[in-house]
């Protein structure tokens, strides 16, 4: 605190150039609009091919804030600047009054030029230069100004998602790593300049499922690069991602130790990344300097807070784990940071410390730590931000200071600058508050070892409140992994008896007799059955994994999932019930009660299909139960053992054995006479369009009470894709809807509408992400996709696939080398156009379509299709995607991300049209369609008079 005061003076006596980090977050905070739309656009802009979409997409952007609005303070030029600018593009894009037609769209181009170059300006300021050459010889004219300086080059880019990404990447890491060495020798790793690799650009399955593949191809080349750098005798760091990477990365990194040993042994230059905001942190401090004391090396380790918060949190509250990878408190981080800090500087044998911190509460830390000591270290600091601080650090001391310097074209830069503003953008983060001048410095340079003054996030089991969330198992940790694997071995799956004519029957007047009694169970009671269930199977994870895998043949992840999902719809039926279906008393006239109380209908039947032979079948059992009826539970043919276990724990947990029975067969024949059933009071239908017609006209030629039909069918799911949309975030969402579970989704992606300005390159893409997905037994971790759920779909794809090959124009397809029965290569076709694609193939095949012009019509194209599940949109024009999902007749629409995998309660799921009935399972509306109303009146001043009136009136 005492050091670091006068810097914080320093800085704030000489702001920064306008164009630096701080100055921007100062002008235009994230929290704001103008800073979120500014971002926003910074990261897209320039990536767009088209005028029109990039009209559509600044007018989108800047329409959302407000520029022009007064503003003060030292940076004055640049919002006079940007505001006047702005303003003036606010006028000439389209949606403004005034001029039109040509006029006006000539002005919108403009403008467009105008902000494109303006966001290739900002980015420059973050980036060293386009290519390594131009970098150094800005990093040389840096350091002409200030010796102390170091730069660690950082080749800019999304990580690799096919092989020739990679293939891209490692020559790009390589002729840098040469031009680096070519420079300046002798002087050792510390004292020279060294480069920052990312693995997952060098490899697109850089993740703990992929193990051996890791190894066997990636290892290589990095220890390329690490021989190419220890031959320069330069740094050479690898740099730190996501915390499901985290184990992987260190055994990646010290089989890279045990060949430098042999090979290189007197090289100091290699090193990696450790963030202190992972809890496990400390840890891995000590276990890279056990690495560097195993191998009689020394590394170089540079210590940063961390860039994934956000994203970390993000996948913890998905995946249900139980508790967070990353700290929840910005200053539990920073007290890592030190606790971090002083035990590098313990370890000076094994590690030269390198601080990466643009704080200067730590840098002030980290100096008095290491004064007197004689461990040698090195701060460092990103190109284009906290140089006011480190003027004022080296104006005092010293301490050598790295750059870490990205490198490349301002188009790969604005996703990293985005990162970086985000990071720093928080109202939390130093450089945010350093920039502003209401913070005082005693406030900015507080100890952060000061209890939390609030709970921080919710723990995932607790995101949804009173409802625990279902527990998840991270598959990319062993401790977690190990009971699966055991239980999958151990599974077994039993033929289940199917029934006669005669057991249904009696099965159905059973079932028929059973539901006043079950119905007048109280509501609390029923819903506290289906929490009892909840608990047990979320008890019991691995073990249905085990028979989900085995009957199923469902992949590792998709197994998880689905036990979740039925652990999921358990309880929260179990909630809905008791907010939805409770008697609620009705206004009405004095003297007169009112209220409404719903009930069970009678005997349910329940008809679930095999692809989620355990939620499906659970969601539908639980809600039809809860609500107060009886049920015939019919599972698909090919996964009755699943269903029968879980009837099974469903009696365990208290639901009387007269009111569920478990009815096996096949659906001509027994789901047939279920529906006929005189007796029946309601259906609940999932499967195909088909199979729901038959049923619906079944229920239909029946006398007696017209019943309900809930019916939940196929799709022919479309994904929109506009010229903004990340061809790499697209990528990944298409592969994961197209192709996993084999495509056997209802809400899996077949037609992929992708606009031609950038179609060429996502196909490409695609083509490429295709060709490393790796297909086989589905109880292996590392198997993407799996066999397809028997003979009869098997043949069914198989001629569909071979029509297309005949008729469209094959884009791609996943080589496989696996033996296992029935699966299906994932394969992609490209159509002329939408009305092409004429049915749901319920298996890995992707259709792709190109488009030019007017998205609205596009949006009529896919309505025109007739079905309405589920729909993605993939553009950065905010405004577009609304449009687009208010004119989609579809039920679930995703905007930037895949479209598979809806959450109970979070995204309810059904859809409309050819894809059914509604209302949606897993959402408020579902329980009412199980249910009868009945309204209650009694006339309170029958006997006598109105004493409620008559006493409120004598007061
Ligand atoms: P399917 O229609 O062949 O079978 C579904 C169920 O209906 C099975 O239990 C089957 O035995 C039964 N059945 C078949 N004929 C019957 C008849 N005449 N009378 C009564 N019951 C009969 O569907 P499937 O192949 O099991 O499942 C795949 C289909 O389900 C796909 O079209 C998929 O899109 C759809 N699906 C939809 C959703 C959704 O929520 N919308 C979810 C999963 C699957």
């Not at 090396?297 to 949190?313: N, P, Q, S, T």
């Not at 929260?572 to 007169?592: C, I, K």
């Not at 899996?748 to 790796?774: K, P, T």
């Not at 469209?808 to 299906?824: C, D, H, K």
Request: some cysteine; charged content about 20%.
């Amino acid at each position: 605190m005492r050091r670091a005061a006068p810097w914080v003076h320093g800085v704030r006596d000489t702001p920064a150039p306008f164009w630096a980090m701080e100055s921007l977050l100062r002008e235009y905070p994230i929290s704001s609009a103008e800073g979120l739309a500014l971002m926003r656009l910074a990261e897209a802009l320039l990536r767009v091919p088209d005028a029109e979409t990039a009209i559509a997409l600044t007018a989108d952007q800047l329409g959302k804030a407000e520029f022009d609005a007064p503003g003060e303070g030292p940076h004055r030029m640049l919002a006079s600047l940007s505001a006047s600018a702005i303003a003036m593009s606010k006028r000439f894009l389209p949606g403004a009054e005034g001029e039109s037609g040509l006029l006006k769209r000539l002005g919108a181009q403009t403008v467009v030029a105008a902000t494109v170059r303006a966001i290739q300006l900002l980015g420059r300021q973050f980036v060293l230069g386009r290519h390594i050459s131009e970098a150094m010889a800005e990093a040389d004219s840096q350091r002409r100004q200030q010796t102390q300086l170091r730069f660690s080059y950082d080749m800019l880019g999304e990580g690799a998602r096919t092989e020739a990404d990679a293939q891209r990447y490692l020559a790009s890491y390589l002729a840098a790593v040469e031009r680096i060495a070519a420079g300046p020798r002798n002087r050792g790793p510390e004292a020279s300049d060294g480069i920052s690799i990312k693995l997952s650009a060098l490899f697109s399955r850089y993740e703990e499922s992929q193990r051996d593949r890791v190894f066997a191809d990636l290892l290589p080349r990095v220890w390329q690069l690490a021989q190419a750098a220890a031959r320069a005798d330069m740094n050479l760091t690898i740099d730190a991602e996501e915390s499901d990477r985290l184990e992987l990365s260190l055994d990646v990194f010290e089989a890279l130790a045990a060949r430098i040993a042999q090979a290189h042994p007197q090289w100091r230059g290699f090193g990696l990344a450790v963030q202190s905001y992972q809890t496990r942190a400390l840890e891995v401090v000590d276990e890279v300097a056990r690495i560097a004391r195993t191998h009689g090396l020394r590394f170089m380790v540079r210590l940063v807070k961390g860039a994934y918060w956000d994203g970390e949190i993000k996948r913890a509250q998905e995946a249900g784990l139980a508790g967070y990878p990353v700290f929840t408190h910005k200053h539990h981080t920073d007290i890592a940071y030190l606790a971090c800090a002083q035990a590098l500087l313990g370890h000076a044998d094994a590690i030269y410390p390198q601080f990466a911190t643009h704080n200067a509460g730590t840098i002030g830390a980290i100096l008095q730590m290491a004064h007197g000591g004689s461990a040698k270290f090195e701060m460092q600091r990103l190109h284009g931000m906290g140089e006011g601080i480190y003027r004022e650090v080296m104006g005092v001391s010293d301490v050598p200071v790295r750059v870490y310097a990205p490198v490349g074209e301002h188009r790969d830069l604005l996703a990293y600058l985005v990162r970086r503003l985000l990071e720093n953008g928080a109202n939390s983060s130093f450089v945010h508050q350093l920039a502003d001048p209401q913070v005082d410095v005693d406030a900015l340079l507080a100890s952060p070892l000061v209890p939390a003054a609030q709970p921080g996030l919710p723990m995932p089991a607790a995101l949804y409140g009173a409802r625990p969330n279902s527990t998840g198992a991270d598959l990319a940790c062993v401790a977690q992994r190990e009971p699966l694997m055991h239980a999958i071995a151990g599974a077994r799956i039993e033929a289940v008896k199917e029934a006669s004519a005669e057991q249904i029957d009696a099965a159905m007047q059973r079932l028929h007799a059973a539901y006043p009694r079950w119905n007048e169970v109280p509501l609390a009671e029923r819903a506290a059955t289906l929490r009892r269930a909840a608990d047990a199977l979320d008890a019991r994870l691995a073990e249905f994994c085990g028979l989900l895998v085995k009957e199923a043949h469902k992949t590792l992840g998709d197994c998880v999932a689905e036990v979740r999902e039925a652990v999921d719809f358990l309880r929260y039926y179990a909630d809905q019930a008791e907010q939805r279906l409770a008697v609620q008393t009705l206004p009405g006239p004095t003297g007169e009660h009112n209220e409404l109380r719903l009930h069970g209908r009678g005997l349910f039947v329940c008809i679930s299909p095999w692809n989620f032979p355990l939620a499906i079948f659970a969601g539908q059992v639980a809600a039809a139960l809860v609500a107060g009826n009886t049920v015939a539970a019919k599972p698909a043919e090919q996964t009755p053992f699943v269903a029968q276990r879980m009837v099974a724990l469903l009696h365990e947990a208290g639901v009387p054995v007269d009111a569920l029975v478990l009815l096996h067969g096949p659906g001509e024949t027994v789901g047939a006479a279920l529906a006929a059933d005189r007796r029946t009071a309601g259906v609940c239908f999932t499967g195909s369009t088909a199979v729901a017609r038959i049923i619906n006209r079944t229920l239909a030629g029946k006398d007696g009470p017209i019943v309900p039909l809930i019916a939940e069918t196929g799709g022919i799911n479309a994904m929109l894709v506009d010229s903004t949309a990340l061809p790499e975030q697209v990528v990944d969402a298409v592969v994961q809807s197209a192709f996993r579970s084999a495509g056997q989704r209802c809400s899996a992606l077949r037609l992929l509408v992708v606009h031609e300005g950038i179609a060429d390159a996502v196909i490409e893409m695609i083509r490429g992400a295709m060709q490393e997905l790796v297909v086989g037994d589905p109880a292996l971790l590392a198997t993407d996709v799996g066999p397809v759920i028997d003979g009869e779909a098997f043949a069914g794809i198989r001629s569909h696939v071979e029509r297309l090959r005949r008729e469209a124009r094959l884009i791609g397809e996943t080589p496989v080398s696996s033996t296992f029965a029935r699966l299906i290569a994932p394969v992609a076709f490209e159509l002329e156009s939408i009305a092409d694609v004429k049915q749901e193939i319920f298996g890995p095949v992707l259709h792709v379509v190109r488009w030019k012009g007017d998205i609205d019509a596009v949006v009529a194209q896919v309505n025109a299709l007739g079905y309405g599940l589920t729909l993605g949109i993939q553009t950065r024009i905010d405004s577009r995607a609304l449009r687009i999902a208010n004119a989609a007749r579809i039920g679930n629409v995703y905007v930037n991300r895949n479209m598979i995998g809806a959450v109970v309660g979070v995204q309810p799921f059904g859809g409309e049209g050819l894809s059914g009935t509604g209302p949606k399972a897993g959402g408020p509306h579902y329980l009412y369609r199980f249910c009868a109303e009945q309204t209650l009146t009694i006339n309170t001043a029958a006997a006598g008079g109105n004493a409620e009136l008559l006493a409120g009136l004598s007061h």
